[in-house]
């Protein structure tokens, strides 16, 4: 079983940048599944953010297109989450998951969450 750990995730301004990471854990994570970032604000559901795929190919939420960039490095079972032009709309704890299909992620049809970081951003 691959544990997922967030971290990253601080206090920054209006405008600033975050780089969040996602290291596996107890098993290597295949590069042939789907890793992606979700985020879950108060009063608010949970959203996919982001998802990078074993070739590489990347799809995006609308609202951080242009300012989020995932990644993933399989040597050393990292997936990253580079945030720049933050707004305070992103504040949100974040968190990893994964699956077998982008879809599965974008649909969020995922089962187990991990205790996420927290972003948040300032005015």
């Known amino acids: 079983q691959v544990q997922l750990v967030e971290s990253g995730g601080g206090l920054v301004q209006t405008g600033g940048s975050l780089r969040l990471s996602c290291a596996a854990s107890?098993?290597?994570?295949?590069?042939?599944?789907?890793t992606g970032w979700f985020r879950h604000a108060p009063g608010k559901e949970r959203e996919f953010v982001a998802a990078i795929t074993w070739t590489g190919g990347t799809t995006y939420a609308d609202v951080v297109k242009g300012r989020f960039t995932i990644s993933k490095d399989n040597v050393k079972n990292m997936v990253y989450l580079q945030m720049n032009s933050l707004k305070p709309e992103d504040t949100a704890v974040y968190y990893c998951?994964?699956?077998?299909?982008?879809?599965?992620?974008?649909?969020?049809?995922?089962?187990?969450w991990g205790q996420g970081t927290q972003v948040t951003v300032s005015s």
């Open positions: 998951n994964k699956g077998e299909t982008v879809f599965d992620l974008v649909q969020m049809r995922l089962d187990s």
């Open positions: 107890g098993r290597s994570y295949s590069i042939y599944l789907v």
